[in-house]
């Protein structure tokens, strides 16, 4: 009985990130930049967004579902966040666990007072924490993991927050990075093998931590480092300072956070995101050249790898799709429904590009290839003579348990079919990924990064009740 | 820098009650009920509203700020709440504790699956347990003494969910209509000295629960009994089963509830409000008669006690004043503000009845007394010669612990005035309070309620951080 | 496709008024004192709220769909309201013509400037004026008659606006309390017959000019009289002014804003509403008196009638039925519908006062009868014995020209069924009206009021396109 | 007193344009395709946006502010635009003329029935028009030209609706698009100069006209060609009729639509935009080589000429700002507003592209220069050695009178600075626009395009009352 309303999501056929985070201790105006901040960071998560800002004596919170803009335009909002210290966070749903009571930060009253917490990432022993707290007798509120951590930091015997906060991060393991907001301290943490980016940056007397750097820039702070994986920064009035996890884990950044996450003028891991892109499209010019006339990227997340490739082939790159933003958030279809209008809503041709060309066409990964099978058609109806997907990452075959919304195998087409089978499911002339060995070389310290998702290699033990079968090898 | 949003709130100068509760087992349409039942019950919260609802698998919950039409106009959002079981909640502000985290009902997963919680009352040990709980390392993400609660269901180491909620309820002390709901049971529950009301009833082969009978009245359901202090129901397929907690305790109704809160259509501890409040107006008469013109309540929660008056005293009953019910919930007052203007928006003296006249004005209670001050002006402003307010209440002289928001002496006008004085403060030409035993005796049954708030006998242990001093005895 | 919105209206079964209106000049708080006097006059229109105001040099519009609080609660809009002069206005809507294009105050450019008006009556040549209008090339934007009027004002050839205004109102024919507002004059006129009501006012140095009374008490505005039928009153930085239409019309002041419309606070026509509406009470107690037992009101609107009633037949009177006041303006009703639940939404019987009573039930009038027969049902459901039933007017037969939403036959019960038809239709025990006679000698000089609707007799031509044989005499 | 709200526009430091139109006959799902239509001609304007849908009999309405897809996203909405023909408008706010008011579709009642219209373009003689009407007693409600038209359609004495509109057309002069709807006919007109660009398209059996041909592009509907100046298209039942308006007048097509305005992927007056822009792009490398590494574009607007100016200059084609499309509507800065924030919050530049190079950034046209300045800083900042700014358009040096916002004279920086000058305002280490010659040659028959906000040359006589001395001449 109810209407029918067809959310055109922000982002076609690509795996979904979880988060964004952001904090920021000794500013007056804590709670505006971090305002900004997740403005910057909007593309790691639009469904929810929220900030708890501290003013030395009490945390107050506000989050809500939608982008940043409208989460604070109530002109009411933004003046209750007072204080010199913040943390921020944008989030994306995952499946069965969206909804505001996910929306972060989570803010909790415990023994030592009110602490809140911000988390990108995901922890591969978070059901098993969670069924044992649950034993004991804790009641969960949320499905997100931080709700799991802010357990843990309560339930510990140390003496300091920040004890605590180490105490529970000893105990978790997986892909993480935490921003905690307590009264006086803000304390970032990054998981021992590091998956997701975190970043410290300077901007006055104020410190920031942030997913990206692109964060920092809008609020004209200055990139100092990386935060380095298993390290825990505590900010205060006395100043920064470092603490790191015990650990001999080698690091495992997450490889895909060059390939499409990130933004590409943001940096990540000490590198530059842009750089590394560019890279990856000039090896897979070598590795996969084509007979074409012209080289053209699906827009925007393979904008740079598409310039990397025609640099590398010679051959001219053109905007051969342009890109509607107007999207919103719920876009309502009409009823019946148009071929092909999901994709069409986002992107149209641009003919005079097309028409007569034997077209390369860049696109970053696939995940279903259900997008890229009418993008192929839509520039076919152009009239390209030839259509020719190069992908400027290997083949996804294997679940992400850290962070990224790639949960099941049947959406991966690459788990079950071959690249020729998927080239006769997109309907291209031709098909070419990049390989894992080229990937690597493309990307600074290759061997230091995480590629489960290509290799099926998972840097840390899986959670125990995923079938393994299912998953354990490349299945073709 | 923000723009000033005056409230006119929705009931000048009285006692704000906690909540309004609502359950019903065994319907297909439960969630549509349960909303009409909420809006009968609109009168006892007005900050929030919710409905979970259980399809015997998955419990779903909608919860948001506002009035419930309001709250449930979103055309997505009824068809959601799906199932034959469901538990709804009104939620009026306290001072603090404001805002959609407190929001009910409260749904956690914990070791025994999904279950939502609604609570009316206050714990009075809610401190204690709290505080000892967080020594044990629990968190908390409200102010609700339903958290509590389900911390301690989710701790009871009994092994069906009935007899942890019956575990976890001896444990508590204090105020509590409790509904919980399960994948497959309603659980209502009433505490051992039953200050706050619950009734049962039955439509079809339903079962519902409700704080009021008038809940009961707009779904057609058919009033069966009230629900006895100590008792537990347990609703399910199995059909209704009544259980009680172990106690030697005396009841301790309310006695409020009969002379504001409840709605006069309503029946409350198996007694009709309206007959109650007419007897309170009667027995006001006969304590405090006046020689005067007409009688005049302040509409709309004094009419039925002035109609007593009326009718006891031989005077003729009067409409003095017209209540404006289109006050919105965020009403925008010009930025300079008139005089009395607050009152005036929500009531306007009639001069054709008032004018020349001696009016007795009946009122149900006093706390601070700021609003009446300026009704008996603009009651003499419209042309009353002589303004005699009578109070169908005893002087309300200490806070209550059980629920209702009394909870600073300072802004308890007869805690620290004599009646001569408070007569000065609003300018009547006299005044009288209805006596202790006036009360008692109009009411039925009268030594088995409490009377705290008019005496300081508080029928519980108070909460250990209180201070007793300044509460202890009436201080006159 | 849509979901099914049920809205409850604010009033059952009662014939809806057009319009308040409002005016101040001279007030550097124009817009806050109209956004109250509006306020006060919600219960004339619900549907859209309007203010214009003029800061000497421009004309500044805001208006909306929904209640007053609701249209200005946004905080960027009052700030936009600046100057000392502003109108106002409150719509109710009616079949057919609904929506944000005929919310007023209207606001146009033309030959003079600019100019707002704001209109509650009816025009009884409308339609032919709007025809040779149309004839002549005009547009028409609204279905409202205040664009009538103002395309008359600018087709006058007189060289002053307050020329043109009274130039176009020597072209209208029909009920009209028009407030206009140019950049530096407030006019406000009233129609020849005086059908509807409007009255001036003053506060410190500002005049003021209402629809009733109530909106000057809000502002701590003195009442100073009505403005007479066909008097044109101009308010400027001179002064106060007034002119008369030449006339030799008889009044015809529309006797339902005392049975029904307006505030019973409220002075219309220079007379208090509450006085007159008792005194129909009495007069229907002499008339039609019943041996009952107690005697309730179809609260709101019935009370002071019932009032009357008590006091001239000595039965007591009580509170029978309670009303719900917190319907909103789009109230979703469960799918299927319960039995009567439209009433019982805003309606439930105190089943201790009705109880094996003899129950006059008072009605100020009578439209479809619809909600009177669930009402009736209700009441006995709670026990009553006997039910009669007393209408504090006579029967409506006819339809309103003259701002009052009786437009169809259909709808009218009494136009084609006797009393006793209608008894048995409503399922009571006995049936009364006043007598048009009775009516008469309750009102202050009732010859002086229009009875069309209860006598078929029309104090004006009636529009020409109107089926007379259908309306022109009473139909049994 | 209201709080600081900072809306960051869409587009930074460009002229706007008015509006985007669309319509579509003989369709079932006539709005539908219409909202589509709208959706795909957002960029064309973004304050408000409108459908009016005709069922054969009655015209429905529905309009608002905020873009296409907030507009209706009301589930109630589009279920009431019934019928097989429809118009849409988006709507760009003009300084002092915007507000629902002027939202459009304009849909009026005259003597013919209804007619709703949509315009996009500008009228040089309306406010002559308007003062003769308003002189001879007409009245308005927007300040849209569309209204003057439908006046003069309503005064005209043709006997046909289609007559009268030609009537109506042949009294207008400038810049127009208009779609008109009656209940039974879609009519489209274009002014004789054709300045602005809509098109003819079909899909089934139904007929579609846009302002350009992406809007055509989006419903799977087949281009047919440019609907030529002075050329009046009615379709209805019977088919799809072209009429022509008596002309002896030249094409001005507004060269400014292949510069900015149009999106990449339409053909607009039966030429690709793409193509247009990138020969604008070429001949700018030739006129204005530079001695650079990389070639850069301020995305989105100046991608295709950059990729032009790359390709024939043989530099390199890199992304170094990237463009952040989050930005709300009411996107609420910061109180204290950081330096150069609102650039900022819309682009933020790529090291890794632009450290230590020297950089061409292509920007399509300037207006005030502000928002370049501040970019030019931002790629300094980030790195770049030098930064050669070249403009795809000749410097703006006079007001445009045919629907583009370019009407003070104040805000053209050309109008009144030499290159040098402008150079150095911006910051750029060179500065070189390209010629109106070699602008010319790069269009399709360019001697048939509008250069006035170029030269200055007026294709038809400027507004009456236009102070000419101010604009004839270039100042230099």
Not at 1 to 26: A, L, N, Q, W, Y
Not at 91 to 106: E, I, V, W
Not at 110 to 118: D, E, L, T, V
Not at 454 to 462: E, S
């Amino acid at each position: 009985m109810t209407p029918p309303k067809i959310v055109v999501s922000g982002s076609c056929d690509h795996p979904r990130e979880s988060c964004g985070v952001f904090g920021i201790c000794g500013d007056p105006k804590a709670a505006e930049h971090t305002y900004l901040g997740l403005y910057a960071l909007q593309h790691r998560g639009q469904e929810s967004s929220g900030i708890a800002a501290s003013n030395g004596k009490e945390i107050v919170l506000h989050k809500d579902m939608g982008l940043v803009w409208s989460v604070f335009s109530d002109p009411y909002v933004m003046p209750r966040l007072v204080g010199s210290s913040a943390i921020g966070h944008n989030r994306y749903s995952t499946t069965g666990s969206s909804g505001l009571k996910n929306a972060q930060p989570l803010l909790i009253q415990f023994k030592g007072g009110q602490i809140a917490a911000a988390h990108n990432g995901n922890l591969v022993n978070a059901a098993e924490l969670r069924r044992s707290m649950e034993e004991q007798g804790s009641i969960f509120q949320t499905t997100s993991d931080s709700e799991i951590v802010l357990h843990l930091v309560a339930r510990s015997k140390k003496d300091s927050i920040e004890e605590m906060i180490i105490d529970a991060l000893t105990q978790i393991e997986g892909a993480y990075c935490f921003v905690f907001l307590t009264s006086s301290k803000l304390i970032a943490a990054r998981d021992l093998h590091g998956f997701r980016p975190l970043c410290l940056g300077k901007v006055g007397d104020a410190s920031v931590v942030a997913s990206e750097s692109c964060a920092l820039d809008i609020i004209g702070a200055d990139y100092i480092r990386s935060i380095e994986p298993g390290e825990i920064i505590i900010i205060d009035k006395e100043g920064v300072k470092s603490r790191k996890l015990p650990s001999g884990t080698q690091s495992a950044l997450c490889i895909f956070e060059y390939i499409y996450f990130s933004r590409p003028d943001s940096i990540i891991f000490d590198e530059k995101v842009d750089k590394t892109r560019r890279a990856l499209g000039k090896k897979l010019a070598e590795e996969a050249p084509a007979d074409a006339d012209i080289v053209v990227a699906i827009p925007d997340s393979a904008n740079t790898a598409a310039l990397g490739y025609a640099q590398a082939s010679g051959l001219r790159f053109e905007i051969g799709l342009i890109r509607n933003h107007y999207v919103g958030r719920s876009f309502i279809a009409p009823h019946q429904r148009e071929r092909d209008l999901d994709v069409k809503v986002k992107f149209n041709p641009v003919t005079g590009v097309l028409r007569k060309k034997r077209v390369v066409v860049i696109e970053d990964s696939i995940v279903r290839g259900t997008t890229l099978k009418k993008l192929v058609r839509l520039i076919r109806q152009a009239g390209a003579t030839e259509v020719h997907v190069r992908v400027s990452s290997p083949p996804i075959v294997s679940p992400c348990f850290y962070g990224i919304d790639i949960s099941s195998r049947g959406e991966l087409i690459a788990s079950s079919k071959s690249v020729e089978d998927i080239r006769q499911y997109i309907g291209a002339d031709s098909l070419a990924y990049l390989s894992v060995e080229g990937m690597l070389s493309a990307v600074r310290e290759g061997s230091l990064h995480c590629t489960a998702c290509f290799t099926g290699d998972y840097p840390t033990a899986i959670p125990v009740n995923f079938d393994k079968e299912l998953f354990s090898k490349r299945t073709k």
